[in-house]
């Protein structure tokens, strides 16, 4: 069964080093999503990317964000100069049609020291 | 703007039990799409039931089955015959036509052998 896939697993970095975490969506999939989960919280939404672009993000995504589909397969999250509070669980997710089911990726720890 | 919210931050059942987890949700929209999501201590999302607004009958997925009272805006998940297995947080999820998942604050369950 096809899944969404993430890369690393676990990510451990220097506060204010710039980190990229990496998505392998399902390979029909058009919609594209991060989320994030600090410990002990809830999910909370970050961005959507279609066709190349932004659709929508949170207040979260902020300058210090950004998304790229770098190639046909991979879609990253960048994250410019890292803080503290960076550190949570960050989700990949992709669906086929924007109402269809969005496939949650296993999550990538990133640890901010 | 759509919230979700569960008001039990901890359950617990016996096996082989019937436990029921509840969620509400908050909504102007009338097309809409509920979920049940289990993250297990590995903290990976996985779907366990999903809902379509303008369907009437409630969801059911072996075990899980949902209670959706669309004009009480609520959404209560039923695990029967609980398994040692079960044991994870519950998040209850809502996502509009629009494309985003709104996630609640989860609900953390216990099984006791």
């Known amino acids: 069964e096809p899944e969404v896939t993430q890369t690393p697993s676990h990510q451990v970095t220097q506060m204010g080093q710039e980190v990229i975490l990496r998505c392998v969506p399902i390979s029909n999939h058009l919609y594209f999503y991060w989320y994030r989960q600090i410990l002990g919280q809830k999910v909370e939404f970050l961005v959507s990317?279609?066709?190349?672009?932004?659709?929508?993000k949170s207040e979260i995504f902020d300058d210090q964000f950004s998304v790229e589909r770098p190639d046909g397969s991979n879609f990253t999250l960048k994250i410019r100069s890292t803080k503290l509070e960076d550190s949570a669980m960050y989700f990949c997710a992709s669906s086929d049609l924007r109402d269809n089911e969005q496939f949650f990726g296993p999550g990538t720890r990133l640890t901010v020291l | 703007a759509q919230t979700v919210t569960q008001s039990q931050p901890e359950m617990s059942v016996q096996e082989a039990e019937t436990v029921t987890l509840s969620c509400t949700y908050d909504?102007?929209?009338?097309?809409?799409?509920l979920f049940w999501y289990k993250q297990p201590p590995s903290r990976q999302m996985i779907l366990v039931i999903r809902q379509e607004a303008y369907k009437q009958q409630n969801a059911t997925e072996n075990r899980f089955s949902v209670n959706f009272q669309k004009a009480a805006k609520s959404f209560s998940l039923k695990i029967s015959d609980s398994q040692l297995g079960d044991a994870a947080m519950y998040f209850c999820?809502?996502?509009?036509?629009?494309?985003?998942?709104?996630f609640g604050p989860g609900t953390s369950l216990s099984v006791i052998p």
């Open positions: 999820a809502y996502r509009s036509a629009r494309d985003k998942v709104i």
């Open positions: 909504t102007s929209e009338s097309d809409y799409y």
């Open positions: 990317f279609y066709n190349n672009e932004i659709s929508e």
